[in-house]
C-alpha cells in the first residue's frame, strides 16, 4: 500500500508539473469563458446606434396587388420595418437605394398573365440565402386574408376555414423518457473527453518514463502491478480534479455572462440530481479504468514516444466507436440499440448515466451494465499486468500482437 501511495503520488506531481498540461488546461479554461461571453463580445463590435433597430425592408407592388395592405408586415414582429410603394420601381431603382443604405432589402412584386412573381433583392447573397420563411408567411398571410375578405363570409365561416386541432404524441412503451437531449449530449462529450484524454496519458505517461529511464528504478523498488495500478489510480484522479475545475468554471460563466434563466432553459437543471451524479462519477471511474489499462497495455509495448500514436490507434478506434454507438442511440432511447450500448463495456460509461436522467434505467439493467464493467477491468487489468511486467524495460523495439499473445501464453512470466 505504501509503494501504491508513493506511485500515485509521483504521478500526480509529474503530470501537473508538465508544461503541456499546464498549457492546456488554462487554454480549456479560456475557451470556456470565451464560450460563455459569446454574446457580449459581439455586442462589444456591434454599432449601438443600429442596435435594437430593425432591417430597413421595401416592398414595390406597383400593381397594387395587396391593396396596401402590406403595412400590417410591421404589426407581425418579423424583424422588418416594412416600407410599402406603388411605383414603379425597377432593379436598378432598388439598388441604387440599397447602396445608399437607404433601405436594407427589397421586394419586387411582378405580374405576368396572371401569375405573380416576388423578386428579393439584398445586398450581398451567399449560397444558403433565401427568402425568410417569416417573411413569406407574412405575405402569403395577408394575400389569403384579402381574398378572403372580398368572398363577405360570415364570422362563423371564416372560424370554419381555420382549423384548431390540437397535437399530441404518446407512445406505446411503458417506459417515459424524461430530461433533456441537449444536456445528455453535452454530458456525453464531456464524460467522452474525460475518460478518453485522462486514458491516453497513462500511455503516454509509460513511454516517456521508459524512454527516460525512470521505470528502471520504480521496478527495482516496486512491483509491476503497483506501477500499473499507481499510474492509473494517479492520473484518473488529476484528470477528475481538472473536469470538476472545467465544470465549475462553466457554471460559475454561465452564472456571471449569461442572461438569467438561460442555463436552465437549455440544460434542464432539474434532472441533476444525487443520484445521477454518483452514476456519472462511478462510471467515469470504471470506463477511465477500462480504457486506461488498455492504453497501459499499448504504452509498455512500444519503446519510443513516436511510436506510441500507432500503437494506441486500435484503442482509440474502440473508444470512437463505443462513444457514437452511445451518442446516436439516443436518438431513441427506449430502442435495443441503446440498451446494448449501455451494456457494452466500451460504451456503457458514456450511455448509461443518460438512460439514469431519461428515467428509463432500472436498477437491474445499472448492476448488471456496472457488473460486465467490472468483469471487463479485472479481466484488461489481468491481461495488461501481465503484458506491462515482461515488455516495461523493452527499449527501441515495438511488441507486436503475436508477441503479446506468447508472453500472456507463457507461464513462466
Do not use: H, W
Amino acid at each position: 500500500m505504501k509503494n501504491l501511495k508513493t506511485v500515485i503520488a509521483f504521478t500526480i506531481k509529474d503530470m501537473v508539473k508538465r508544461k503541456s498540461f499546464i498549457i492546456s488546461t488554462l487554454i480549456i479554461i479560456l475557451i470556456i469563458i470565451l464560450g460563455f461571453n459569446i454574446q457580449n463580445i459581439m455586442n462589444l463590435f456591434t454599432d449601438d446606434s443600429s442596435s435594437g433597430s430593425n432591417e430597413k425592408l421595401l416592398i414595390v407592388d406597383s400593381t397594387n396587388l395587396f391593396e396596401g395592405s402590406l403595412d400590417t408586415l410591421n404589426n407581425m414582429d418579423l424583424g422588418y420595418e416594412v416600407e410599402t410603394t406603388n411605383e414603379n420601381l425597377t432593379f436598378e431603382d432598388v439598388k441604387e437605394k440599397i447602396d445608399n443604405e437607404e433601405i436594407d432589402q427589397a421586394i419586387i412584386i411582378e405580374e405576368n398573365e396572371g401569375t405573380y412573381k416576388l423578386r428579393y433583392i439584398v445586398k450581398d447573397m451567399t449560397m444558403m440565402d433565401s427568402m425568410p420563411q417569416s417573411l413569406m408567411e407574412g405575405i402569403n398571410t395577408i394575400y389569403t386574408n384579402l381574398q378572403i375578405s372580398k368572398l363577405g363570409l360570415t364570422e362563423e365561416q371564416l372560424q370554419s376555414l381555420t382549423p384548431n386541432f390540437e397535437y399530441s404524441i404518446e407512445q406505446t412503451e411503458e417506459r417515459k423518457v424524461t430530461g433533456n437531449v441537449f444536456a445528455m449530449m453535452i454530458l456525453s462529450l464531456v464524460l467522452f473527453y474525460a475518460i478518453y484524454f485522462c486514458a491516453y496519458q497513462v500511455s503516454s505517461s509509460i513511454t516517456t518514463e521508459k524512454t527516460s529511464k525512470i521505470m528502471e528504478t520504480l521496478v527495482t523498488s516496486t512491483s509491476p502491478k503497483t506501477i500499473v495500478l499507481g499510474k492509473t489510480i494517479g492520473i484518473g484522479l488529476v484528470g477528475l480534479i481538472q473536469v470538476c475545475v472545467f465544470v465549475a468554471i462553466a457554471l460559475i460563466s454561465a452564472k456571471l455572462f449569461l442572461q438569467p434563466g438561460t442555463l436552465e432553459s437549455i440544460l434542464d437543471m432539474s434532472q441533476m440530481t444525487p443520484y445521477l451524479a454518483i452514476i456519472t462519477i462511478v462510471y467515469f471511474i470504471l470506463g477511465y479504468s477500462t480504457y486506461a489499462l488498455l492504453y497501459a497495455l499499448t504504452g509498455s509495448t512500444v519503446g519510443k514516444p513516436e511510436d506510441i500514436q500507432s500503437a494506441n490507434t486500435p484503442v482509440a478506434i474502440l473508444a470512437v466507436i463505443g462513444f457514437y454507438l452511445s451518442y446516436f442511440t439516443m436518438m431513441n432511447p427506449t430502442s435495443d440499440l441503446n440498451l446494448f450500448a449501455a451494456l457494452f463495456p466500451i460504451s456503457s460509461p458514456f450511455c448509461m448515466p443518460f438512460r439514469v436522467m431519461m428515467g428509463i434505467a432500472s436498477g437491474g439493467e445499472v448492476a448488471i451494465s456496472l457488473a460486465i464493467l467490472i468483469v471487463t477491468i479485472l479481466i484488461i487489468a489481468k491481461v495488461a499486468i501481465k503484458i506491462y511486467s515482461n515488455a516495461i524495460l523493452n527499449y527501441g523495439t515495438k511488441m507486436s500482437l503475436k508477441d503479446m499473445i506468447k508472453i500472456y501464453r507463457d507461464k513462466n512470466n
